[in-house]
């Protein structure tokens, strides 16, 4: 399974505020400027690469406090699977959208794969973490906001070992939010 | 005194590892790679720019335990102020070559400024958290290694306040390392 990253960061390097907050990420920037073709930074394009999506539950209750009407959906309608080992349910908004998960990852790659699936979107500070730490992930797209935050809950968590980026590649936006990419290059 | 950084980090945003290494900034990406005109990463066309430096007691140290015979010192002879509460004499291989101050940093920049002083380079991890906190960074050089720590010394400490920033510009060497630039926008 390939897996892959698309997330957004402050400038500083965090997903959200101490208390969970992205609103920072909606007003950061000049959101006036013209952005042509780049309205949704990839986005959409993304999206279209990925038949899958795995998330930690803290992701998923961040998504869920949004309460997202259907036709603001942005995930599609590829199959979502929530990492928990403490809730078996997903909340009434999510009902049918997400399905949870307790167990292995290895163990959920393998039941994704053998239902034919084969590039899956990675999302959460944690289970970005601990994909990294299992050598999952093969790429990521950072894209980073244009402020310090100053404090909140960081991209990056603690890793077990150092982990080599190739292939780097950089977008400054019209807007001021900077983009990068890179392959993972594990050892 | 415009206060500029210029500074080098991991892809997760670490100046050092916790130990106070920065080996894996020379090893990091490829340093095989045709970088042409851009050798130093800009790093010369910065120093150009600048007429004194201002960095903290562990920068001091980094940069003592380097050793560095005269012909490899970095920062040509511009003025070098080292903020520290506690030492009051550099390391021997430093004497002659910095200052060290301790006080106020408004303070200091008044006294520099009175010396005809005009363009700061400040270096450091905890002092370029503390001239964030006092509104005094101008504008930032961020030079990221294409490699995750997963751990170390922050470049980014915690701030008083958020700070937006403008004018993002991102660059990706032929070595993988990622430059972006942002002036600094205080509300």
């Not at 399974?1 to 907050?21: N, P, R």
């Not at 403490?86 to 290895?106: H, K």
């Not at 603690?158 to 977008?171: E, G, R, V, W, Y």
Request: with cysteine; net charge negative; hydrophobic share 45%.
């Amino acid at each position: 399974m390939k897996c892959s990253v698309f997330i957004a960061t402050s400038a500083d390097g965090y997903i959200a505020t101490i208390e969970g907050a992205v609103d920072w990420l909606h007003t950061a920037g000049n959101p006036e400027a013209d952005r042509g073709d780049n309205a949704d930074m990839g986005f959409g394009a993304f999206m279209a690469s990925v038949d899958c999506m795995i998330m930690g539950r803290k992701c998923m209750e961040m998504i869920s406090s949004m309460n997202l009407p259907p036709e603001q959906w942005p995930y599609g309608d590829i199959a979502i699977v929530v990492l928990s080992n403490t809730l078996t349910t997903p909340p009434d908004n999510l009902q049918g959208r997400v399905a949870m998960f307790s167990g292995e990852i290895t163990d959920l790659l393998k039941e994704l794969e053998s239902k034919g699936l084969k590039h899956a979107y990675i999302d959460g500070g944690a289970t970005i973490t601990s994909f990294l730490n299992l050598k999952l992930i093969d790429d990521m797209t950072i894209t980073r906001a244009p402020l310090l935050l100053g404090g909140g809950i960081p991209l990056f968590g603690k890793l077990d070992h150092q982990i080599n980026l190739i292939n780097a590649s950089a977008t400054a936006f019209e807007n001021d939010f900077i983009q990068i990419k890179y392959q993972v290059h594990y050892l």
